[in-house]
């Protein structure tokens, strides 16, 4: 059996009459980079808030490094960094500040508050730019200066919520050589949810596609083309979901697929 | 604690760098001061109340702590729009800590925005008396908590900023209105007299004015007690609504 990290079975959250998640199982091992997979709306966000404590499910179990997501949810906060789909930097603060604030609330002492920092802003390339305030940052330092503050009270779990979603490609790519090199180097469990079919192909060792609220499916990429006899993870996704990730409505997926049907694929 | 600590410094930061902020919540004391102190003043004389400065300073004081107070409050539902919360949220740090800063922190700028209406009242011709200026400091920030607190209390329930114009109207406003910032308690019409017994701002208008003019309705002692029964209710109010928060 090997060791996992994160433990979710059968967990749903319904707001009203809408069910967001509906009855999700899934576990991801120590180490692994896991992708959550699928279109606005599928329910990533929330599966995501309910993984860090910020909603609570309306039936099911999380655990968290070993750790009750219900109930121990001090020692499940200090298991994780996250980068929020939303930027939550202050931009009223410096960089440097930022960091402070979150090194404070984390119970990160004085001595090891100003090595981490120095250290991670020396990362993310932002250790000249420590006494900015964030509101003259451009969209992909900010996202930088997240990830570094993430990373500050050394979490075992790193989540990212469409990480690099408003960044341009080159920004992108170096986003993620970051965040590879951290996975290898340091062993941290990353879990992130996206919906580019690219970055979840491309960086991904596990792949869990969601939609509807419901996981449709998990594996790595060979175990998704295998099941589904696709060559590409578009085609695959396309077959399991019956709709296509890039286009919002079904109508347009409807039209590509008969326009595929007529090109004889 | 030093979560609470790192909260409140980061509101007096903001602050401090928000030129524009400081300056513009300004201009309602000054209006209020100028308009209705030499507008009213010369009918509060005829009618032997003496100075109207003397008695209006202590009640444009009191204004301006509640408006900042709220505000800083309310900003809780930006911070949850603007996503700024969240990253307090999963931190490993109980919810009432948080609240507790951050009420702590926006009091802390109602006082001083509180220090400087005084300042400014002085110029039009308000002449406090000094010796219990340190009690007067106390009842400013009871009723910056108690407002801070409130604010943060609605923020808490409510889901966005379309909600932020009602509460403005119909909460607090009424409260500075019926408060006795603006008219003496004595003798008013039955209906007014009751209304204003149950505003949470008269109490800490009574309690500034007594110290600074030595002119007190209910008694500094009243005014003390009802205040940190008050705040006391507010901040568990506040702190419980505020870690039910779900984003």
Do not use: C
């Not at chain 1, 989540?159 to 920004?171: A, H, I, K, R």
Request: proline share 3%; no cysteine; net charge neutral.
């Amino acid at each position: 059996m090997a060791d996992s990290i994160i433990e979710v079975s059968h967990l749903t959250k319904r707001f009203g009459n809408f069910t967001a998640v509906n009855d999700v199982s899934f576990t991801v091992e120590r180490g692994q980079i896991f992708a959550f997979l699928g279109p606005n709306g599928a329910g990533k966000s929330t599966t995501i808030k309910m993984l860090t404590t910020l909603l609570s499910p309306s039936s099911g179990e999380i655990k968290l490094n070993g750790f009750d997501a219900l109930h121990d949810k001090d020692d499940v906060r200090k298991s994780f960094g996250i980068v929020f789909q939303d930027q939550s930097l202050d931009d009223e603060l410096t960089a440097y500040e930022n960091m402070e604030f979150h090194a404070v609330l984390y119970g990160i002492s004085s001595e090891a508050r100003k090595k981490g920092i120095k250290e991670l802003l020396t990362l993310v390339e932002l250790w000249d730019r420590k006494n900015s305030m964030v509101k003259t940052f451009s969209g992909g330092m900010k996202r930088r200066l997240e990830i570094a503050r993430g990373l500050l009270h050394h979490p075992k779990i790193f989540f990212l919520d469409e990480p690099t979603q408003g960044l341009d490609p080159q920004t992108r790519n170096h986003m993620w050589q970051y965040i590879k090199n951290l996975s290898e180097k340091e062993g941290i469990t990353i879990f992130f949810t996206t919906h580019y079919l690219e970055e979840a192909q491309e960086y991904a060792e596990r792949i869990a596609i969601m939609d509807h609220g419901k996981i449709i499916t998990e594996g790595n990429l060979e175990d998704l083309l295998k099941k589904t006899g696709e060559k590409t993870l578009e085609d695959a996704f396309l077959k399991l979901t019956g709709s296509d990730i890039r286009e919002e409505s079904a109508g347009k997926a409807d039209q590509l697929r008969m326009h595929r049907q007529m090109r004889g694929r | 604690m030093n979560a609470i600590y790192i909260l409140w410094l980061r509101e007096l930061k903001r602050y401090s760098r928000s030129r524009s902020r400081m300056i513009g919540s300004l201009g309602q004391p000054i209006l209020f001061l100028f308009a209705l102190g030499f507008g009213l003043g010369p009918v509060f004389q005829k009618a032997g109340q003496g100075n109207y400065f003397q008695f209006l300073g202590p009640g444009i004081i009191s204004m301006s702590i509640l408006f900042t107070a709220i505000f800083a409050g309310i900003q809780v539902i930006w911070d949850k729009q603007f996503g700024v919360l969240k990253e307090t949220l999963v931190a490993p740090v109980p919810r009432w800590q948080i609240m507790l800063g951050k009420t702590i922190g926006g009091a802390t700028i109602a006082v001083l925005q509180g220090i400087i209406v005084l300042f400014l009242a002085t110029i039009f011709g308000f002449r406090p008396e000094i010796n219990l200026l340190f009690i007067t400091f106390i009842y400013m920030l009871l009723v910056a908590l108690f407002f801070t607190g409130l604010g943060i209390s609605i923020a808490s329930v409510l889901g966005d900023i379309n909600g932020f114009q009602i509460i403005m109207n119909f909460l607090v406003q009424p409260v500075f209105f019926l408060s006795g910032a603006l008219f003496p308690l004595q003798d008013l019409p039955k209906i007014i007299s009751i209304i204003t017994a149950f505003d949470p701002l008269t109490y800490g208008v009574d309690g500034i004015r007594g110290t600074l003019t030595g002119m007190s309705h209910f008694g500094l002692t009243v005014d003390m007690t009802v205040l940190v029964v008050l705040v006391a209710i507010i901040l568990s109010i506040g702190a419980t609504l505020f870690s039910r928060i779900e984003i």
